[in-house]
């Protein structure tokens, strides 16, 4: 009888190895490549420094488009320089000079 309990016991520790070996494979690989696992830590950190990176640029560019704005607020000068470029006017008493091309110039001759 001895035996047959020495028998039965070997082998319900051999499953129960067994199963702890199943188990702590699982916590290792849920450790590794789960939602919260390493992998997932490195992929979020070049996430996060991606994101900084970007904020950087933006808050640069937010700082030259206030520059910008305070100038085109206080500034006459460029308030009339882009007016001149972009719109095409002119103030009283200044000479326009109108450039055609010598298609044009063939066709108003015609």
């Known amino acids: 009888m001895r035996s ?11 499953i129960i190895c067994w199963f702890l070996i199943g188990v702590s494979v ?6 590794f490549f789960g939602r919260n696992g390493l992998f997932s830590l490195f992929q979020d950190r070049d996430k996060f420094q991606k ?7 933006l808050e640069s560019s937010n700082k030259k488009l206030r ?10 000068k ?5 007016a001149r470029e972009n719109l095409g006017l002119v103030k009283s008493g200044d000479t326009v000079f109108e ?3 010598s ?7 015609e």
């Open 103 to 109: 298609e044009e110039y063939k066709l108003s001759k």
């Open 26 to 31: 699982l916590v290792f690989l849920n450790a």
């Open 99 to 101: 450039f055609i091309s």
């Open 51 to 57: 994101l900084k990176n970007e904020i950087v640029q």
């Open 67 to 76: 520059a910008e704005i305070f100038s085109l607020k206080n500034n006459f």
């Open 4 to 14: 047959y309990f020495r028998d039965s016991s070997s082998s319900i520790s051999v």
């Open 78 to 82: 460029v308030v009339e320089k882009i």
